[in-house]
């Protein structure tokens, strides 16, 4: 009689998704070759602290162009806030599209039924 348990062993096993983000193998491994770890992401806190200091609707120059007269100048325009009711209700009025009514059908009318 057969054993319905299953050795693990048998079977092939995926890699463990350790942090994997753009790293494949290539097409036709050579018999060296091994698949290395990613690094996690850089986070830049100066950028990150940088940004929440934005305003909305105001606008930001980074490198005005008197600093430079070879290059332009670079300024962030920061959009309106999405915290304000009557924006947010006049985009979902926007978005959302109208229901379409069916159109209903002529009554059926029995004397011109020989026609």
Do not use: G
Not at 24 to 53: F, G, K, M, T
Not at 85 to 92: C, T
């Amino acid at each position: 009689m057969a054993e319905s348990h299953e050795n693990p062993d048998k079977y092939l096993r995926p890699p463990e998704p350790d942090k994997l983000y753009l790293i494949s193998p290539p097409c036709s491994p050579p018999s060296e070759w091994e698949q290395r770890i990613e690094a996690p992401p850089l986070v830049d806190l100066n950028l990150l602290a940088a940004i929440a200091q934005l305003q909305p609707n105001e606008s930001h120059q980074l490198l005005p162009r008197d600093h430079n007269t070879q290059t332009p100048s670079i300024v962030i325009d920061t959009c309106e806030d999405s915290n304000d009711v009557e924006i947010n209700e006049s985009l979902r009025k926007k978005l959302i599209r109208p229901k379409f009514v069916q159109t209903r059908r002529p009554l059926h009318d029995q004397a011109n039924e020989h026609i």
